[in-house]
T-cell receptor
Framework: ETGVTQSPTHLIKTRGQQVTLRCSSQSGHNTVSWYQQALGQGPQFIFQ???????GRGNFPPRFSGLQFPNYSSELNVNALELDDSALYLC?????????????FGPGTRLTVT | AQSVSQHNHHVILSEAASLELGCNYS??????LFWYVQYPGQHLQLLLK??????LVKGIKGFEAEFIKSKFSFNLRKPSVQWSDTAEYFC????????????FGGGTRVLVKP
């Protein structure tokens, strides 16, 4: 069974730029959630995708957007990067068929905005 | 909005000592409760979960947690810690009305001295 994978591992961007982060869900999982973990804090829910549509969103501005593909992989896009966007971005997958609320996390992408 | 509080930010203890980490949440309805652990350099892993039934749940690596509904608490315990338990521990809550979103506490860093 393949776990959740994310790419890239690390990324450095300049303020105002745009970034795309990628996530492949665990085998058999059809739901992907994205979280932002700032240094020294717990993860914060950004949004979730199910059946290629956004299925819930946290308190993040519209410049945070996402996609889910037919193979259940997902992208997180952030436009007009700000310094405060520097964080670890976590992807978690789950299955609507079994334990919906049990999420499995990937290793994360460390984004640094300078 | 639901919130999760973890009372201790840092805990330092010696091997064989007992560990208890506090977690309180604010939500009056049905909740699903989780403890995740993040070992140094590794991704978030599920330690244990509570959905319903016996309020005392056992997880991996000798950890257990007790759900006390009247206190809105879900404290994590381990009778005798090992050096390998050095990690950051996160309590998370999924409230029924919030869909599949997890709300995390701020985390507790645990350092076990050999």
């Amino acid at each position: 069974e393949t776990g959740v994978t994310q790419s890239p591992t690390h990324l450095i961007k300049t303020r105002g730029q745009q970034v795309t982060l990628r996530c492949s869900s665990q085998s058999g999982h059809n739901t992907v959630s994205w979280y932002q973990q700032a240094l020294g804090q717990g993860p914060q829910f950004i949004f979730q995708y199910y059946r290629e549509e956004e299925n819930g969103r946290g308190n993040f501005p519209p410049r945070f957007s996402g996609l889910q593909f037919p193979n259940y992989s997902s992208e997180l896009n952030v436009n007009a990067l700000e310094l405060d966007d520097s964080a670890l971005y976590l992807c978690a997958s789950s299955s609507s068929g079994t334990s919906v609320y049990e999420q499995y996390f990937g290793p994360g992408t460390r984004l640094t905005v300078t | 909005a639901q919130s999760v509080s973890q009372h201790n930010h840092h805990v330092i203890l010696s091997e064989a000592a007992s560990l208890e980490l506090g977690c309180n949440y604010s939500y009056g309805g049905t909740v699903n409760l989780f403890w995740y652990v993040q070992y140094p350099g590794q991704h978030l892993q599920l330690l244990l979960k509570y959905f319903s039934g016996d309020p005392l749940v056992k997880g991996i690596k000798g950890f257990e947690a007790e759900f006390i509904k009247s206190k809105f608490s879900f404290n994590l315990r381990k009778p005798s810690v090992q050096w390998s338990d050095t990690a950051e521990y996160f309590c998370a809550v999924n409230a029924g009305a919030a869909g599949n979103k997890l709300t995390f506490g701020g985390g507790t860093r645990v350092l076990v001295k050999p």
